[in-house]
């Protein structure tokens, strides 16, 4: 066991909610990463799956509805979603305010599509979110197909 260091975390913007690492691939030597997500209220990311990462979602504040497959779960504080590879899943937030989740993904190399398409955050406290653009979804949906990612139309 060690502890991880809060002081390394990155941030960043995607589609209106911002993700900060808890703990990457490798420092879990390639088990596994954790994120934390805020997302404001009726914000979540398009229907989508993983051909090759199961995720798991933890409520930490907020309401939150999971579609996946053909069922739906929604939950607040404490609520738990496993979604395995393959299934359509989403997540949003169907509360007046904040939320927050803790989403584990494994194995861990999708955290570099994160990288790859968010726009970094330096200081949460002055951060300016940008206008979600064609462009900016453009790019998301072009580098899906990298990272074993299909996006429903």
């Known amino acids: 066991m060690y ?3 809060q002081t390394n975390t990155k ?3 995607i589609l209106g909610d911002v993700y900060t690492v808890k703990i990457g691939g490798d420092e879990t030597q390639g088990r596994y990463s ?3 997500i805020e997302a404001p209220p009726n914000n979540g990311p398009p229907p989508h799956r993983h ?6 979602f933890y409520v930490l504040e907020g309401y939150f509805s999971f579609p996946y ?3 739906e779960t929604k939950g607040g504080k404490g609520q ?4 395995p590879r393959g299934e359509f899943h989403t997540y949003k937030n169907v509360g007046s305010s904040f939320g927050k989740l803790l989403v584990i993904i ?7 599509f994160f990288e790859e398409i968010g726009i970094p955050i330096d200081d949460k406290s ?19 197909g990298k990272y074993g990612l299909e996006i429903k139309a």
Not at 51 to 56: F, K, R
Not at 106 to 112: A, G, L, R, V, Y
Not at 128 to 144: G, L
Request: proline share 12%; aromatic share 14%; glycine share 2%.
């Open 3 to 5: 502890s991880v260091s």
């Open 11 to 13: 941030s960043f913007w």
């Open 34 to 36: 954790m994120w934390e």
């Open 51 to 56: 051909s090759m990462e199961d995720e798991a």
């Open 69 to 71: 497959g053909s069922k």
């Open 80 to 83: 738990f979603i496993y979604v």
């Open 106 to 112: 494994t194995p861990p190399q999708f955290e570099k």
């Open 126 to 144: 002055s951060f300016q979110p940008p206008p979600i653009t064609p462009a900016i979804i453009e790019n998301v949906v072009k580098t899906a």
